[in-house]
């Protein structure tokens, strides 16, 4: 299945004094989602936001949300995170032992379900999860801080869930390091759903359309030019 490629700025390199209008200044500027990164301090070494926070950025965009859970346990927290306003909700295969049954409340919350792998974590582990799943986000660094080197060799990772998710109606994710460069091999072995923090944000808000244009530049001339126009 050819899907367009989208580019999910990850506001975790945004302002946090201003995330409010952050968030709407990449969605005005391109962004097909917008990526928010929820980390507990204990399956990741680094803490950041919770529903509160998601909640309030709500009123912000119509920008479809997708929030990548790396906390652990993750179950107690999925209905506050869909309330809050949550489209998509993600959680770690390393998480915990009952990843089947977090895919299936999430879709039972109405929102889109997708399951993480870390660099470390094989591919094989998501197969049994096909049914469940409406997304695989393959992480391209060591999940907990931004601005880190791209894992080249997780893109074997995408291409072995892309060889899994033939015909389906899941979109393979990357996050990590992706930049207009890196961007080009992650699209080659697979991804549509790109991840930016740093390379969308670094700049202000002034670079925040050219930005993302060309991550999307670089996923688009990977596939041999614009994809169809359909999500
Ligand atoms: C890392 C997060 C990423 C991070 C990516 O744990 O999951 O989403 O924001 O940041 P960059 O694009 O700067 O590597
Ligand atoms: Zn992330």
Redesign the pocket.
């Known amino acids: 299945m050819t899907t367009r490629p989208l580019i999910a700025p990850?506001i975790?390199?945004s302002d946090f004094s201003r995330l409010g209008e952050e968030t709407r200044a990449v969605a005005e500027a391109g962004a097909d989602w917008i990526?928010l990164?929820v980390m507990d301090g204990h399956f990741?070494p680094n803490l950041t936001f919770g529903p509160p926070v998601v909640k309030a950025l709500r009123r912000h965009t119509d920008t479809f949300f997708d929030v990548?859970l790396?906390i652990a346990p993750a179950d107690p927290y999925l209905a506050a995170f869909a309330e809050a306003g949550a489209d998509g909700i993600t959680v770690h295969v390393e998480a915990g032992p009952h990843i089947h049954r977090s895919l299936q409340a999430i879709r039972g919350l109405g929102k889109r379900a997708g399951v993480a792998l870390n660099p470390g974590t094989p591919a094989a582990l998501v197969e049994p999860l096909i049914e469940a799943v409406d997304l695989v986000l393959v992480?391209t660094?060591n999940?907990?801080?931004?601005?880190?080197s791209f894992i080249g060799s997780a893109l074997e990772t995408v291409a072995r869930v892309k060889a899994m998710t033939a015909g389906r109606d899941i979109r393979i994710q990357v996050?990590?390091?992706?930049d207009a460069t890196t961007v080009e091999a992650a699209a080659r072995a697979g991804a549509d759903v790109f991840?930016?923090?740093?390379?969308v944000f670094k700049d202000g808000p002034e670079a925040y359309a050219a930005r993302i244009a060309a991550i999307r530049a670089g996923a688009e001339a990977a596939r041999g030019g614009p994809g169809p126009r359909a999500c």
């Open positions: 990850s975790l390199a990526h990164d990741v990548h790396m992480m660094v999940p907990g801080f931004g601005g880190q996050d990590g390091g992706i991840v930016a923090g740093n390379a």
